[in-house]
């Protein structure tokens, strides 16, 4: 069983940075494919970007692609979602999600990821 914690959601102003971070109970996490995600009011969640369990593997949606970069520190169970040159459209809460399918590619689908944080709130002012 994995168990994931989202932190350092916030109100930032358009064009600054945050991030956020995922912590990963469970060892079994450093072998999970690991997905970024949000969800805005009224929208759909969808995806933000993935990284394989070694972490030389990233996808970014193309809403966020040179904006976001997320990374991975497998000793200690974290998963980063660097996010730069933030604007309103990116309000939402976030989400990140654990594959432990073994499949070796990152998938976009949230139906493919088993386990979720709580999410974390971010809301950018224009």
């Known amino acids: 069983q994995v168990q994931l914690v989202e932190s350092g959601g916030g109100l930032v102003q358009a064009g600054g940075s945050l991030r956020l971070s995922c912590a990963a109970s469970?060892?079994?996490?450093?072998?999970?494919?690991t997905g970024w995600f949000r969800q805005a009011p009224g929208k759909e969640r969808e995806f933000v970007g993935g990284?394989?369990?070694?972490?030389?593997?990233?996808y970014y949606a193309y809403s966020v692609k040179g904006r976001f970069t997320i990374s991975r520190n497998n000793a200690n169970n974290t998963v980063l979602l660097q996010m730069n040159s933030l604007n309103s459209e990116d309000t939402a809460v976030y989400y990140c999600?654990?594959?432990?399918?073994?499949?070796?590619?990152?998938?976009?689908?949230?139906?493919?990821?088993?386990?979720w944080g709580q999410g974390t709130q971010v809301t950018v002012s224009s």
């Open positions: 999600a654990a594959d432990p399918s073994r499949r070796t590619v990152i998938s976009t689908r949230a139906n493919d990821y088993d386990y």
């Open positions: 469970g060892r079994a996490f450093t072998n999970y494919y």
């Open positions: 990284i394989n369990w070694s972490g030389d593997t990233s």
